[in-house]
C-alpha cells in the first residue's frame, strides 16, 4: 500500500486505500435473478438510473445487468415501466 | 436514449450495502452531481462500512473517517487544509447519518453553519441507528418501531425539526431530497457545488431491514414519502424557501405508513394523528415557513 507522498518525516505510516470495492463480487449474495425481456425493453434506463449497486450498464438499447455484482433487490423488477424485468429463482437457472 | 443523469460512476459495484440500500443510492447520485474534485468525511455511519475496508475503497474520491461527533469539523479541517495547499476547487463533503447529525454531530453540525464554513453537509436520513441494529435516533418518527422502542405504540417522540434548526442558523443554501426524485437530488448536488458557505442537504433514505419492506419498494417508498408530504422536497436558497415538487393532491400517510411493518401497530387513530401533522407541516411549508 503506498503512503501519502507529502507526509513530514517522522509521521506515523499513514497508509492509502489503492484498491477498489469492485474486487468483491456481491452477486452470491442473490436469491432471484432479474431478468430482461429484450422485446418489451424501451431503453428508458429506469433500471440503470435507480440501481443501487451501479451494476446495470448502459453501452446497449438494452440494459446489461452484471451478475456477479447484483444483489437480487428487485428496485429494478418494481420500477421498470413496461415491466419487462422478471425475477426468477437462482437455482432454477 | 440519453441518461437523465450523469452517466459517470464514481461509486463502484461490490460495496457491501443491503439489498435495496437507499443511502447507496443517494451517494451515486451526490458524486454525480458534486464531481469527482471531491473529498468525503464520514463520521461513524452505515457508509463507514460500504466505503470499504481498506486497502479497498467504494468510492473514486478520497475518504476520511472521523470520529461520531466530529463530521462537520474534521470537514472544516479538511476544507482550511486544502486552501492553506492554494487548493480553492475541492468540494468537502461531511456525509454523515440522522445519528451523526440529529443526535451526536449536532454540535460540531452547529458550528460549522453558525461560521457559515464552506463545506456541504449532507445526512442521509433512515430515521434510526441502522448500522448497529435499529436503535432509535432523534429522527425517528412517533409510532416507529425499532429495537429500543419495541412496544405498544413505538418510539413515543416526533422526529426532531432537524431543517428548522438548521434554517434559522441562515445559511445561504438548505435543500431536502430522495432518491426517487433522482434528476432533482443531481441538480441540488450540483447547484450545492457553485454555492459558497455552508450548504446543507438532508437526504430521505429508505432503509429495507430498518423500516422492514421488501428492497424492492426503495424507490417506491421514496417516491410515496414526498406525494404524501411525509418528506416535502424544497430547497432554501438566502432564506427564500421553494417547493420544488408540488403535490396539491397529496395521498393518504397510510400509503407510505403501511408496506412498512415498522409501522404496523399503528392505531387508526394513530394514522389520523400522522396525516394531522403532516398536513400542518404542509400548510406551514406552502405559506414559506
Known amino acids: 500500500m503506498p503512503r501519502l ?23 452470491n449474495w442473490r436469491n432471484l435473478r432479474p431478468i430482461i425481456d429484450p422485446a418489451r425493453c424501451t431503453g428508458c434506463l429506469i433500471c440503470w438510473k435507480f440501481c443501487p449497486e451501479a451494476c446495470v450498464e448502459l453501452t446497449q438499447k438494452v440494459p446489461l445487468i452484471h451478475m456477479e455484482y447484483c444483489k437480487g433487490c428487485g428496485v429494478c423488477v418494481e420500477e421498470c415501466p413496461p415491466a419487462c424485468i422478471e425475477f426468477q429463482p437462482e437455482d432454477a437457472s | 436514449m440519453k441518461p437523465s443523469i450523469p452517466a459517470q460512476e464514481t461509486m463502484t459495484s461490490g ?116 448500522n448497529t441494529g435499529i436503535q432509535r435516533s432523534s429522527a425517528t418518527p412517533a409510532g416507529a418501531w425499532t429495537t429500543t422502542t419495541p412496544a405498544q405504540g413505538g418510539s413515543p417522540r416526533p422526529k426532531k425539526d432537524l431543517d428548522a434548526i438548521l434554517r434559522a442558523h441562515a445559511i445561504p443554501y438548505l435543500a431536502t431530497a430522495t432518491p426517487a426524485y433522482a434528476e432533482d437530488m443531481v441538480r441540488k448536488f450540483a447547484k450545492a457545488r457553485r454555492i459558497r458557505g455552508f450548504r446543507f442537504i438532508h437526504i430521505y433514505a429508505p ?39 408540488p403535490t396539491p393532491k397529496r395521498k393518504p400517510v397510510g400509503d407510505f405508513l403501511r408496506p412498512q411493518a415498522r409501522f404496523k401497530r399503528l392505531s387508526p387513530e394513530d394514522e389520523a394523528a400522522i396525516q394531522r401533522e403532516t398536513d400542518r407541516r404542509w400548510q406551514a411549508l406552502s405559506q414559506g415557513s
Open chain 2, 207 to 245: 432503509c429495507p431491514p430498518g423500516w422492514k419492506y421488501d428492497p424492492g419498494l426503495t424507490i417506491e417508498l421514496s417516491r410515496l414519502s414526498v406525494q404524501t408530504g411525509i418528506f416535502p422536497l424544497y430547497e432554501v436558497e438566502d432564506g427564500r424557501l421553494k417547493i420544488n415538487v
Open chain 1, 5 to 27: 507522498e507529502d507526509e513530514a518525516p517522522g509521521t506515523p505510516n499513514v497508509i492509502v486505500s489503492d484498491r477498489s470495492m469492485a474486487e468483491n463480487l456481491t452477486g
Open chain 2, 15 to 130: 460495496h457491501v450495502a443491503c439489498q435495496g440500500c437507499g443511502s447507496t443510492i443517494s451517494m451515486r447520485y451526490a458524486l454525480k452531481g458534486l464531481g469527482t474534485n471531491t473529498v468525503v468525511v464520514m463520521p461513524a455511519c452505515c457508509w463507514t462500512i460500504l466505503a470499504g475496508a481498506a486497502p479497498q475503497s467504494s468510492l473514486g474520491v478520497p475518504i476520511l473517517h472521523s470520529p461520531f461527533a466530529a463530521a462537520a469539523a474534521t470537514a472544516c479541517g479538511v476544507k482550511a487544509g486544502l486552501e492553506a495547499k492554494g487548493d480553492k476547487e475541492t468540494q468537502v463533503m461531511a456525509w454523515a447519518g440522522d445519528g451523526g447529525t440529529f443526535d451526536i454531530g449536532i454540535q460540531a453540525l452547529s458550528g460549522a453553519a453558525e461560521r457559515d464554513e464552506d463545506i456541504i453537509y449532507v445526512c442521509y436520513d433512515n430515521e434510526a441507528y441502522m
